[in-house]
RNA sequence: GGGCGAAUAGCUCAGUUGGUUAGAGCGCCUGUCUUACACACAGGAUGUCGGGGGUUCGAGUCCCUCUUCGCCCACCA
């Protein structure tokens, strides 16, 4: 295997890292699970920003107005593109030996996503779901283009709600004027009439008079519509239909003229049907501008009143933050309903799951109350929308193939100006991407539907919850069966990292700094599901030490094993006989069978066991931070700290019981690298391939994922004995406790007397892993049927044995006898507790059988306990 | 305005359907270069599980309420 150079990351920024990152660690398992995953990383999202400019050069460059998408570029400025955009992230992916198909990554400028783009507007227009709408749309005046809703981003800002009378022309009853509210007064010269509610009696009398619009002077009516609501400011609201949507509506319903007072570009300027609208003196002015004009000039002629501070949310351009206007005008729009009908079936039936779950209501709430697309834009690059009008007037023409023509007249055409908004191909993108609309292509047949869909939920609405509706509707078919809604990489402030804001993390030189290992470690162990990654940028130590540390670790466990290979060969775990096997191996081999299968079910299951999830599949699974956690607590708690140290004196002391070390040794850290390679590739593959025991020409990445041994660990007999080296372990730990207690040198060997408990399997325990404990305790062990007199440190275990250090002069009885009295005190202390739940009639009649059983466990083995130790307390301490 | 989420050790976070003495990593304290590893080893300290109320034999976990923070959605001028 070529190893890639050390410096080469996976990410550009952490924030894409992340995605990244988590994609290619489950592409990784599925693929050592023996899944042939095709994994296709990004959309022609890539680099939206660069590509951006790069489409604006080649635009202005070309001498064009529109640049249409896959139809007007040629391949070298479409490698050209992509060297400039995805390539990079792309060609670092692939450094990493990530499953990336890249050639249909970076595919916005192909004729083929083209193709597949005009096929879905076509059979969207022959379905009828597609229609030239005329309404109110956002606009963004510095983008020039329209926007879709969720393109128009609400922001909470703080402005003015401006309250301007406005005369009656014929004064009735006393009344000169009425007073309406607005938080856009420069809005006002589009006004057409006044609205109040039909059953407000403040003023049924106004309804039908008509007032003076101030400014311009111009007459509208009073109208009645119940969109006016009595109880908000005055009772009165302007109507304003060109520039607001539900002003348009009541327009609508009232049949009033729709003038437009503003230019795309948001200057003041006498638009459609808004002729005599705008004073010579505000034309060519900024909106803004010309509101604090004309707010002037209300209030130089008396027609202002209060003027009170209104928070309210302003829609902004999700691109440049422009804040976006209202505004009338002519757009493609594709019809919802009946779209997200299937796509709202497929979540609540268990088609398809959405990961962590609470986003199935967000995504469900808003297919419910999903409005109409608005699909066109007025940028000048993106997929131009296929429709052609005839110069002469017939019927438009929309086509998958250019047109030259009218068929009608044979007369000139011209396509459509807008462009589509650039959804409307990602919307595509589960099957454009294998080879749709050609339904005999390949890869559609081998890989859709797809399987998991893995990104962030701040695109649930632009992008999943389009591509399951495009899945169903030109498909038939949902386009993966989970979404996997991964969180974001925060500061300690929580505040999304972003290279404009500065409080990213240079990826490059966290690689510099602890390995590209480490990075993915930290971010994988550290994604709980759904939870945002924290990240402090001022302290990567903090952040980064602990993945590099496990790495180093990782390390140093191949160094030692494969140093204790040498040039012998090593007999595979299925040419060892179950009964050579040692306690330590049994139990090892038991942990790895734990540690497989939590690792397991922290990821799996991988897909529906049926059409759909059923209930207790829909939750689990991708647990990617237990996932790895598992995998490292075995590593490092189990293998390392008492496997290898437990087999080091076996190594050393040579003959077959040496062979039956290695061997295990072996088996299990092959399976832990296994177990560790879509977290930590590199370092794992590493070690992997200097590892005896598995066919030469292969890596890891290929190698099967590891399964748990179905013939156990040898019968009844063997699992017994694996359980044993708990005693082991339990032994060694109160041994070094009492070391640690009296600070006896760790190096320095002591004697040790161990009185087992009163069976033969106890007994057998330390009659054979008598060396083991003391090489790991520091030791030397007697075996004896009662505890020595004397002055000694004592601890009593679970179960019953009794480990006695007998050194006169260093341990201080008193010191001693505190310590004991206040074990026994803790001892007591929960043993009441314990004795006063089971004593108690209701927990003992209500409580499950067997946690009752259990509890009544605990309290013979604590009783039992409690006595050994009063009975040192009272043979050493008198009392 | 509507909805959702979070609040657990100094920090970053686990804690699956209520059931031992609430855990991990980092940090902190003590000791150690024990022939893989000081990026390590051994031992240790640290929590009114945000506040209050409730349900239950039993609550970090379920219900109500309050506080603080965050996110999403939203055509009330």
């Not at 940028?537 to 030490?545: N, R, T, V």
């Not at 043993?831 to 089971?838: D, H, K, M, P, V």
């Amino acid at each position: 295997i070529v190893m890639p150079p050390p410096n080469i990351t996976d990410i550009l920024h952490v924030g894409h890292g992340l995605n990244n990152t988590v994609q290619d660690v489950i592409v990784r398992w599925r693929r050592m699970a023996g899944d042939e995953a095709l994994w296709l990383p990004g959309t022609d999202h890539a680099g939206i920003a660069t590509q951006n400019v790069v489409e604006k050069k080649l635009a202005r460059e070309q001498g064009k107005t529109r640049y249409d998408l896959g139809r007007d570029e040629s391949d070298a400025q479409t490698t050209a593109y992509v060297d400039a955009t995805g390539g990079t992230i792309l060609q670092q992916l692939r450094a990493i030996g990530a499953s990336a198909d890249w050639s249909r990554t970076a595919y916005t400028l192909t004729p083929e996503l083209s193709r597949a783009v005009r096929e879905a507007f076509v059979q969207l227009y022959e379905k009828g779901l597609i229609y030239r709408g005329h309404r109110v749309i956002h606009w963004c005046s510095r983008c020039l283009t329209s926007l879709s809703d969720e393109e128009a981003e609400h922001e909470d800002e703080a402005g003015s709600l401006y309250h301007i009378s406005y005369p009656l022309a014929e004064p009735i009853s006393g009344l000169a004027s009425v007073t309406v509210a607005t938080t856009r007064p420069e809005t006002m010269l589009g006004d057409v009439a006044v609205a109040v509610n039909p059953d407000d009696p403040r003023y049924r009398e106004l309804i039908g008079k008509e007032l003076i619009l101030p400014i311009t002077g111009i007459r509208i009516p009073v109208i009645a519509d119940a969109y006016a609501d009595p109880a908000f400011g005055t009772g009165v609201v302007k109507i304003t239909p060109a520039h607001d949507p539900n002003d348009f509506e009541v327009g609508r319903r009232h049949s009033l003229p729709m003038p437009i007072v503003m230019s795309p570009t948001g200057m003041m300027e006498e638009g459609a049907d808004a002729a005599g609208r705008v004073p010579e003196r505000l034309r060519g002015v900024d909106r803004f501008a010309a509101r604090a004009v004309i707010v002037d000039e209300l209030r130089a002629a008396g027609h202002l009143g209060k003027v009170e501070t209104h928070n309210h949310s302003v829609r902004h351009c999700y691109r440049c933050h422009t804040v976006v206007e209202p505004r009338l005008s002519d757009q493609w729009f594709v019809k919802m309903e009946p779209l997200a009908r299937p796509a709202l079936k497929a979540v609540r039936s268990g088609a398809i799951r959405i990961l962590p779950e609470r986003w199935e209501a967000v995504y469900i709430n808003w297919l419910e109350g999903i409005r109409d697309w608005n699909i066109s834009r007025q940028l000048w690059w993106g997929h131009r929308i296929p429709v052609w009008s005839c110069a002469a007037g017939h019927d438009p023409i929309i086509s998958r193939e250019d047109v030259t023509r009218c068929p009608k007249c044979s007369g000139p055409v011209r396509q459509d100006d807008d462009v589509l908004d650039t959804w409307f191909s990602s919307w595509l993108w589960p099957f454009s991407t294998l080879g749709w609309p050609n339904a005999d292509a390949r890869d559609l047949r081998a890989f859709y539907p797809t399987d998991v869909l893995i990104t962030a939920p701040e695109i649930l609405f632009f992008w999943v919850a389009r591509m399951i509706m495009g899945g169903f509707a030109f498909m038939g078919d949902r386009p993966f069966h989970t979404v996997y809604l991964h969180g974001t990489v925060r500061d300690t402030q929580h505040i999304k990292m972003s290279k404009s804001l500065g409080n990213g993390v240079d990826p490059l030189r966290v690689v510099e700094l602890y390995g590209a290992d480490a990075l993915r470690y930290t971010l994988v162990a550290g994604l709980g599901m759904g939870a945002d990654v924290i990240i402090d940028p001022k302290d990567l130590e903090q952040s980064f030490a602990p993945g590099r540390n496990f790495v180093t670790k990782l390390r140093n466990i191949g160094k030692f094993i494969l140093s204790n290979l040498g040039d012998e060969a090593v007999s595979p775990l299925s040419a060892i006989a179950p009964s050579s096997l040692s306690r330590s191996d049994r139990w090892i081999l038991d942990r790895l069978d734990v540690a497989i299968a939590d690792c397991d079910t922290a990821l799996g299951p991988a897909r529906p066991t049926g059409r759909t999830w059923r209930p207790s599949e829909l939750r689990s699974g991708l647990r990617l931070s237990e996932y790895a956690e598992a995998a490292r607590r075995f590593v490092w708690g189990e293998l390392a700290d008492w496997y290898v140290e437990a087999a080091k004196g076996r190594l050393m002391a040579g003959g077959a019981d040496r062979d039956v070390a290695r061997a295990v040794l072996v088996h299990v850290f092959d399976a832990a690298l296994r177990l560790l390679q879509p977290i930590v590739p590199f370092v794992t593959e590493e070690l992997w391939q200097q590892l005896p025991g598995h066919a030469d020409d292969g890596t890891l990445a290929r190698a099967p994922w590891p399964a748990q041994r179905r013939e156990g660990t040898g019968g009844r007999d063997g699992a017994a004995r694996g359980s044993e080296f708990e005693v082991v372990r339990e032994t060694v730990a109160a041994l070094r406790q009492l070391r640690s207690e009296y600070a006896i040198t760790p190096g320095k060997m002591i004697p040790a007397v161990i009185v087992p408990a009163r069976d033969a399997a106890a007994r057998a325990v330390f009659d054979e892993e008598g060396g083991t404990i003391g090489r790991l305790a520091r030791v030397t062990i007697t075996l004896a049927d009662v505890a020595p007199s004397g002055t000694a440190a004592h601890a009593v275990l679970a179960g019953g044995t009794e480990v006695i250090v007998p050194l006169e002069g260093i341990i201080d009885v008193e010191r001693e006898c505190v310590r004991l009295r206040g074990e026994l005190e803790g001892l007591e202390k929960q043993l009441a507790s314990l004795s006063q739940r089971l004593a108690n009639e209701g927990f003992v009649s209500r409580a499950p059988a067997h946690v009752v059983e259990a509890e009544r466990k605990k309290e013979t083995e604590w009783t039992a306990r409690r006595g050994q130790l009063a009975d040192k307390v009272r043979s050493m301490c008198g009392g």
